[in-house]
């Protein structure tokens, strides 16, 4: 049977899983690509630590990167360096010295992507990428390939393990922000600096990708509208449940009279909706297209095993002449002129969530909802509770949902309710889902 | 823009979505094709009906399917009849006459698939099925190019939209299956001989080729044990809701000491398990693969465009390449040797529900337990309500809910209950999971 030679280049944790795929099951490996893959050389920074592959054969590990640049034999590399820097300039390098890329670097690719893309078209090479969105959903080939029929409409989802996990601690658990994130941490759930995970970056970075492939949209992630945990408190998450809801870190990418609306935000979801049930490190996208309708995956959004496996298929695909096909017909990333334009975050359209701690005395509430109707928004449901031991003196929480309005009036009402003087400064405003 | 000239086969409900993707979005589809997908001939039984397409190009409709045969330019054919014959002899006249085939015919597939396959491989053509199993829900691409890292653990599923549909009307609205039935085929849900739906054969069909796919068995899908909704009436719905579970037709197909193990068979599904939550006609999947952990599809398991959506798909990859590439290497349907071997039905391992009509008088109970202790089962819950004005005079209806056990255990100590004079000869037993 004809040999493929492959390299990675990073052996963190997916890099090894990646070595164990391609050393423990090369038979079943070389039955689904045609050939075997065959593990050539596996760049680390540390030759002298254990990888914990006990039958790592002799003469594949190396620190030096020219080993595997110079090896012509070598034609598909994963590339599993994070970050962007040096990972921008090796792929660069394995793109020009004659490789085939797979890489699970959604950072690299939200911020790069276009050089990148430019840059292995006009070398005749690939880069696939299904390990970089979703872990062990293999969204962007349901995107790339079994969906070409279809007009997406939606894409909607839970893309970071780390922050659902840490939701799903806080709720179901009871326990603050704080401790849900020791626990993630504690379980490898969590990375030492969380920062890209918490505050929605991660999050945002899958939501670019996904918007290029499904919309044509080039977009810097930087440029998406994005919320974080730090936009809410475990009290939200109570009074969401009293509600009928669960708040998720939701990002969403939806055509409205053919304008694309992109956000990344912690969101009320309605219990019982599919996303509203993903539990714990789980990663879960809801797509309408207009021909299949909607369809839901749900899976490890991460993890070794998991997104080793997304990464493994992408090394067969590529092995096996598929990627070339898809990387080249699709016109991933390409220069391709996109008619479809972006709407401002201030213009798109939601239902709201509203929590405010106020005065306990007459009249607050005829000023807050006078607000809201000079602003044209209309109440849905409000919760007024009498004060608690454990509340402040003289001071009641006060939740509002409200019916579909704009984000613009939502922010203005949200802010000039804010300055009441009989309004504590702490205050919290959430978009709201059915599902 | 290169072309590829295609052609339908069969112009029912899906044939007409497909004509419609084709003729009204054939600039999305170029751009994913890389190339134009040029509908040139459509095969029809009576050109004289109304198509409900207005702008159906003239000269494409023909009754003649030598027009599409002897037509050297047509390359790319979506085979849209149903059965068997003459559905089997038109897919070998187009393979011969060089044509390349996408199908939507799981019956077809089930029963001649091996013939099929061997003689599109011989012939250096390809066959192109997404829209055979799943509907909507891209299963076949997903396990066969998305999951090829992996070993398929298991694969369950809700593959027929029709009995799901009438599960959820019976469940959720309180009708009895006549009624459910009416319902399905008034919207359009069932056909107006529903038989093999919901006798399990089509879900049998389906499983048939998933195994095949996933675990390389090439089974005769009649050699499947099944069950269909015959095996059980409203009572059995009402009952597993009162003791936390729904009932769902499920297929299964799961590795146990690498062998395997399939059926169809109604099962009480625990409630909040993401099968047990598939409502109306809805197809849902579960797939646990030993690198990729768990994952959950879930979309239109029928219906004109979902399905359309499919063929589509399939006709894309097909004028792309890659349908080329997944056919010839992944060596579907093909003599490759498979060390898997059957579980016979009757050694499968599963946890049972049984219900009996059970005169109300004393030591029955105790004959009861007597036998299923004797097959060393132990019960894990069990019902016996008080009689009600409705039931039979001096008859009580008793719901055992047993531990895990074999079949052939079951199924004698079942035979055996049901042989006692003082127990009703119509009794239910069905197979119970907890998700």
Redesign the interface.
């Known amino acids: 049977m004809e040999k493929t030679h492959v390299a990675i280049v990073g052996m963190g944790t997916v890099g090894t ?1 990646v070595a164990r ?1 391609l050393l423990d ?1 090369g038979d ?2 070389a ?4 050939r075997v893959l065959w593990l050539t050389k596996a760049l680390v920074r540390d030759l002298s630590k254990d990888r914990g592959i006990a039958d790592f054969p002799s003469g594949i590990l190396t620190d030096n990167l020219e080993e595997i640049l110079e090896n012509k034999q070598i034609s598909v590399v994963a590339h599993l360096i994070g970050g962007i820097e040096p990972a921008r300039t090796i792929m660069l390098q394995l793109l020009e010295s004659g490789k085939d890329v797979v890489t699970a670097n959604k950072a690299l690719l939200a911020q790069h992507g276009g050089e990148l893309f430019d840059r292995a078209r006009s070398l005749g090479r690939t880069i696939a990428f ?1 390990a970089s969105v979703g872990g ?3 969204i962007i ?2 995107i790339t ?7 997406i409409i939606s894409l909607r989802g839970i893309l970071n393990g780390t922050s659902n996990f840490i939701l799903t601690q806080m709720s179901e658990r009871g326990v603050d922000y704080d401790r849900a994130l020791a626990t993630a941490q504690r379980l490898g759930y969590a990375e030492a600096d969380p920062t890209m995970d918490v505050n929605g970056s991660d999050t945002t970075q899958k939501l670019a990708i996904l918007a290029h492939l499904a919309f044509g949209v080039r977009i810097d992630w930087k440029e998406i509208y994005r919320q974080g945990l730090e936009s809410f408190t475990i009290e939200d998450i109570r009074y969401a449940e009293k509600l009928g809801y669960r708040i998720r870190l939701l990002a969403t990418a939806q055509l409205i009279d053919d304008n694309l609306e992109l956000h990344v935000s912690p969101t009320l979801i309605r219990n ?1 909706r ?1 996303l509203a ?1 993903v539990r714990g490190p789980y990663n879960a996208i809801t797509v309408v ?12 959004g991460a ?1 070794q ?2 997104t ?6 992408d090394m ?2 590529t092995a ?3 990627t070339d ?2 990387f ?4 991933l990333w390409s220069d ?1 002129q996109c008619e479809i334009e972006m709407i401002p975050y201030w213009k798109t359209i939601g239902r709201y969530y509203m929590r405010y701690l106020v005065a306990d005395e007459p009249g607050v509430l005829s000023q807050i909802t006078g607000i809201l109707g000079s602003h044209r928004i209309s109440i849905s449901s409000i919760i007024q509770h009498e004060p608690t031991e454990s509340s402040e003196p003289n001071k009641v929480p006060l939740i509002i949902m409200t019916h579909e309005c704009s984000e613009s009036e939502a922010s203005r009402a949200h802010e000039a309710i804010r300055a009441l003087q009989s309004v504590d400064s702490e205050c919290y405003k959430l978009r709201v889902t059915e599902g």
């Open positions: 899983g795929l099951h079943r490996l039955r689904h690509a045609g299904e062990g959903i293999p080939a349901n390939q079994c969906f070409t029929a279809n007009q019982g599919p049930e297209g207009d021909a299949v309708g909607d369809m839901f995956f749900h899976g490890q993890g095993m998991p080793a496996s997304a990464v493994v298929a067969i695909d096996a002449g598929r096909i898809t080249r017909r699709l016109q391709r």
